[in-house]
């Protein structure tokens, strides 16, 4: 299928690994001009080396910068006014309890896994709707519909991001600008990585057996792919999902136990 995205412009936020560069990479695939972000240069440099190696011919650029700061943000914007196709994603903050959220972790998380990408929608939408199109896709988690303890911290930050992108969908339809979060679960990134290292020094197990309790958990009884999750997000970015906004998708591998 032909999504409808040859030379249209993409932001995609912390993609120098995992989900953020899966995305990247889908997109760049259907002819898109994609600036890769994130805070290591050379790390960064590496990505769109890799890029360019999986998608020969790939138009891609990148901008180091902190999106959680001001001066971050400001950078991002001044390398790239305008795109057509937003991605936001961060790092959640680690696991925790009750006693580790303060008032400071609480801000903190917020500024880290909401503000960033409120702030960026606040800079591109009004391009967007100038152009009549606009496709914004933003990377929160399977927990915001099914909250685990350790990691309400992150759920509670990336709940109120899916609550401000719904309100700002229902006012930007009109013009052809979209605003849909994608809900992934235990896809195989850095961030498994890191939960299997945590598994293993907590519970005196090695690694492909931390691997194999992680992948127990989702009904699919594996880790996601990486490219399953990027594939999504470049059909959400396409012409022909002009009509689906406002909406959770999730890629938990038939995990959620809800109806809706």
Same mark, same amino acid.
């Given at each position: 299928?032909?999504?409808? *995205? ?7 936020? $912390? ?8 995305? $990247? ?25 890799? *890029? ?28 790239v006014p305008d795109v057509d196709i937003l991605v936001t994603n961060n790092a959640g903050p680690p696991p925790?309890? *009750? ?67 719904? $309100? ?14 994608l809900l992934p679960e235990r896809f195989d990134t850095p961030r498994q990585e890191f939960m299997a290292q ?20 989702i009904a699919a009884k594996r880790l996601g792919r990486p490219e399953e999750f990027g594939d999504a997000c ?24 809800? *109806?809706?």
């Amino acid at each position: 299928m032909d999504l409808g *995205l040859t030379d249209r412009t993409a932001f995609v936020a $912390a993609s120098s690994q995992g989900l953020g560069f899966a995305c $990247a990479r889908s997109l760049a695939r259907e002819g898109v001009a994609v600036t890769l972000n994130g805070r290591g240069a050379d790390k960064l440099a590496a990505a769109g080396e890799l *890029l360019r190696h999986d998608v020969p011919g790939a138009r891609v650029t990148w901008v180091a910068a902190d999106l959680t700061t001001g001066e971050g943000r400001e950078t991002i914007i001044a390398a790239v006014p305008d795109v057509d196709i937003l991605v936001t994603n961060n790092a959640g903050p680690p696991p925790g309890r *009750l006693d580790d959220w303060d008032e400071l972790a609480l801000v903190e998380a917020l500024r880290a896994n909401m503000v960033p990408a409120v702030q960026l929608m606040r800079a591109y939408i009004p391009g967007m709707r100038a152009r009549r199109f606009g496709r914004i896709v933003n990377i929160t988690s399977a927990m915001v519909k099914s909250p685990a303890y350790e990691m309400g911290l992150s759920t509670s930050a990336r709940a109120a991001l899916t609550a401000i992108s719904k $309100a700002i969908s229902n006012d930007v339809a009109s013009d052809n600008v979209t605003v849909n979060n994608l809900l992934p679960e235990r896809f195989d990134t850095p961030r498994q990585e890191f939960m299997a290292q945590r598994m293993m020094a907590a519970q005196g197990i090695d690694r492909d057996e931390a691997r194999r309790r992680i992948a127990s958990t989702i009904a699919a009884k594996r880790l996601g792919r990486p490219e399953e999750f990027g594939d999504a997000c470049a059909f959400l970015c396409s012409a022909q999902a002009g009509y689906i906004s406002g909406q959770n998708l999730q890629l938990d591998g038939g995990s959620y136990g809800g *109806l809706v």
